[in-house]
């Protein structure tokens, strides 16, 4: 399987008239404002609104016939300074100019976004929104020879050629990771079946700073991952569907002063299981392996840039909820690796199944780190999505993980790099909900509804987690407490149909990659 590429080349430049580019995207809430350099760039948009005062809020093509480009597609923001704005505009804006870009025939265009006041990494932002733009999915990559790329490079100008070339070098480690993200978990659920990931990401990190690993015998999965082994029973008939556990590892040079472990949701589809989804529901449940998919990303991006004293260890859970006769179901028995005896509730909560005994791996690994937090990434609930709506990652935080304000400065970084956060707060009552309720079991999995019909339903699921893998018994009251955050990126991954976000990848560097650089 043909590993990931970048879609073009990010090229930084200060020059505007580079016979190189054959379109300039212009991203900026007030084109009045441009000076300098740019007042070329002013003059055709004053010149255009002349005959059409409605371009504000759409991309449009401007003939430019001053400079080689020869046009100008101008991606106006609309407002940046309410309330109710933030940098997403710019990424955005960014996105429409390429599209618009790219419409016009421009095979390599210029994206100018001027700094502003107050958005500090508008530049970048926009940067990102014009890669997510030009992304190819893997499938038309690897089977459509001729639409490979969109774009043969994108130009990056900013008015000092160090400016220029940071944000061209952090933007392309970051759309690296996204890359790895999108095909993982964008692609279709035979392309992206576990030993073809397993085989995507050996090609990937081979010869990197990535150390790889695979668990795939079925007898270590029933020894050591019970939860998981029962999900995947009825997958592993398949040959290849049989699910895998794939052990990543990052370190970084130093004496290492942080340990981040990470469980990534890897169903690579989703039927519901004997809870099977019906009524046309199942459709896009390929992308529920987006969680795993992003702890991949995050590896390719520690590989891109190498931050120093930073050790991370991440687990990918990529396993297929198949329906047969040998399916698992709702009032088994299971104990997990952690001891705690398990009631199955609903098929369809298959994603807390396959994290929980992995988790409960980190856990134990994590007493031994240095520094360490936990993590659990997926696209778990559709309750997130009604809770918050599209768009917005879900986080919350274990009593430990909140002395550390992990979720506040989740939320702070992601809103400032257009990686949005929501935070959630775990309670006595989620807790109580998965208590098991007769002598038979220690935790109930899930209620029989669905978790979008289910009060709290983006939460318990996490207090299953901590309960089912003991993490329950490091919290703040314990004498080795551990912080643990879950996240649920279930309206943050992407549209369906559409190209997947890459989230939350851009706010976990954000805030434990670049601070080390």
Not at 78 to 89: E, K, L, N
Not at 126 to 141: C, K
Not at 277 to 305: E, N, P, S, W
Request: aromatic share 6%; with cysteine; glycine share 8%.
């Amino acid at each position: 399987m043909a590993a990931s590429s970048t879609p073009c080349p990010t090229v930084p430049t200060t020059e505007l008239c580079g016979s190189q580019w054959d379109g300039i995207v212009l991203v900026t809430d007030d084109p009045s404002k441009l000076d300098g350099s740019l007042e070329v760039l002013k003059e055709a948009i004053q010149t255009y609104k002349e005959v059409d005062s409605g371009a504000d809020g759409l991309a449009v093509v401007i003939p430019l016939p001053s400079l080689p480009a020869k046009r100008l597609i101008y991606a106006c923001t609309g407002p940046v300074t309410r309330d109710i704005d933030d940098v997403r505009r710019f990424y955005d804006a960014a996105v429409k100019g390429v599209q618009r870009a790219l419409k016009a025939g421009c095979k390599s265009p210029l994206l100018v976004c001027p700094a502003h006041p107050l958005y500090v990494h508008a530049r970048g932002v926009a940067t990102l929104g014009a890669l997510h733009a030009l992304y190819v999915p893997l499938e038309i990559r690897q089977d459509v020879p001729d639409r490979t790329t969109k774009a043969q490079q994108l130009g990056v100008w900013a008015v000092s050629e160090e400016t220029a070339n940071n944000i061209a070098k952090r933007v392309e480690a970051l759309e690296s990771g996204r890359i790895v993200a999108r095909d993982i978990g964008g692609s279709d659920p035979e392309r992206m079946a576990a030993p073809r990931v397993v085989e995507y990401l050996q090609e990937k990190f081979k010869d990197t700073a990535i150390k790889m690993r695979v668990t795939s015998d079925a007898a270590e999965f029933e020894e050591n991952y019970p939860l998981l082994a029962a999900v995947n029973r009825c997958a592993k008939a398949v040959s290849r569907h049989h699910g895998r556990l794939i052990h990543l590892e990052y370190t970084g040079e130093g004496e290492v002063d942080k340990t981040l472990l990470l469980v990534g949701k890897g169903i690579t589809y989703d039927t519901g299981g004997a809870d099977i989804k019906a009524g046309g529901v199942m459709a896009g449940m390929h992308r529920d392996k987006c969680g795993a998919a992003a702890v991949a990303g995050f590896f390719q991006v520690l590989d891109a840039i190498r931050p120093k004293k930073l050790r991370v260890l991440g687990m990918l859970a990529m396993v297929r909820n198949s329906v047969g006769a040998d399916s698992y179901v709702a009032d088994e028995l299971i104990t997990s690796r952690a001891g705690v005896r398990v009631r199955v509730g609903n098929t369809d909560a298959e994603g807390r199944m396959v994290m929980t005994d992995p988790l409960c791996e980190m856990k134990e690994r994590a007493l031994k780190e240095t520094n360490p937090e936990l993590f659990t990434i997926a696209t778990l609930t559709g309750h997130a999505i009604r809770a918050m709506g599209p768009n917005y990652s879900i986080i919350m935080d274990n009593g430990p993980a909140r002395k550390l304000q992990t979720a506040q400065q989740m939320q702070q970084v992601g809103h400032e790099f257009a990686d949005p956060f929501e935070i959630s707060t775990l309670r006595r009552e989620d807790f109580d909900f998965v208590r098991g309720p007769s002598e038979y079991e220690d935790v109930l999995q899930c209620n029989n509804q669905p978790s979008s019909a289910t009060p709290r339903g983006h939460q318990f699921p996490a207090a299953f987690m901590m309960q089912s893998s003991g993490l329950d018994k490091h919290g703040c009251d314990s004498a080795q407490p551990l912080p643990y955050s879950h996240m649920d990126i279930a309206g943050s991954s992407g549209p369906f149909p559409g190209v997947p976000t890459g989230a939350p990848i851009i706010a976990l560097a954000a805030k434990y990659i670049y601070p080390r650089l």
